[in-house]
């Protein structure tokens, strides 16, 4: 059953087109640093994760640095644009916009100085291992990322799936003021749209695009978000006005 509408409250619509394009500009920054380290062409003579990763070994100590940045600073800025979207469904359900925001600030925490840099770290780590034992560089990146990135993965995540259900729950079931169908503006599917990408082969640009799906997948749902608000207010209009 649809949940009763329990707020009634102005939306400042210029600040939320505000805080999407923040955050729209955000996960561009971010995604500049996610292609930063992704461009490369793979060795395809090595095969499973060793092939996967051969392109890292290549990326110079500069752009290391700088992806890293990058992410730091592009992953959180990019939720900003997600607390306009809380904005908007927290008058149409209490419960989910609850379960949107909790999920929201586990991203918020975890996004940049979490994942995006022990991602980079790991990289630099067996980068540099590689020079100086190449038979188990890969076995002790392995053992790097599990002790020091999967700790933080694990929660990152679980934040990220919990903020995705009940950005799609909302939207799908009405609890927003965006038509049901803009359910297609989530991280899911533009992250699936992406991905596609990767039959196109092994190529630089097509490698890097693929580190940055995910962040691809962000920008779709901001961009597409966005560019509905308006009818959105129009949507709002219709039932407090």
């Given at each position: ?96 916009s609850k379960l949107y925001r909790n999920g929201l600030f586990g991203c918020l925490i975890l996004g940049g100085p979490g994942v995006h840099m022990s991602s980079v770290a790991t990289a630099f780590f067996y980068k540099y291992m590689t ?111």
């Amino acid at each position: 059953m649809k949940e009763k509408i329990a707020l009634k409250k102005d939306i400042d619509w210029n600040k939320i087109s505000l805080l999407m394009k923040i955050g729209l500009l955000g996960a561009l920054i971010n995604l500049a640093g996610d292609m930063i380290i992704g461009w490369g062409i793979r060795n395809e003579y090595l095969i499973g994760i060793e092939g996967f990763i051969s392109h890292y070994l290549k990326v110079s100590d500069i752009r290391l640095f700088w992806s890293a940045i990058l992410g730091l600073i592009g992953a959180p800025v990019s939720t900003i644009a997600h607390f306009g979207v809380y904005q908007l469904i927290k008058p149409f359900s209490q419960k989910y916009s609850k379960l949107y925001r909790n999920g929201l600030f586990g991203c918020l925490i975890l996004g940049g100085p979490g994942v995006h840099m022990s991602s980079v770290a790991t990289a630099f780590f067996y980068k540099y291992m590689t020079v100086v034992s190449p038979n188990t560089a890969l076995a002790a990146s392995i053992k790097f990322a599990c002790y020091f990135s999967l700790p933080l993965y694990i929660p990152f995540f679980a934040f990220l799936i919990t903020e995705t259900y009940a950005h799609l729950k909302v939207i799908s079931t009405g609890l927003s003021p965006y038509p049901r169908w803009c359910w297609i503006f989530s991280l899911p599917v533009g992250t699936l749209i992406f991905s596609f990408i990767k039959l196109l082969g092994n190529h630089a640009i097509v490698n890097a695009i693929m580190v940055g799906s995910l962040t691809l997948g962000n920008i779709w749902t901001i961009a597409g978000l966005l560019m509905m608000l308006k009818k959105a207010e129009e949507n709002w209009q219709k039932v407090f006005v």
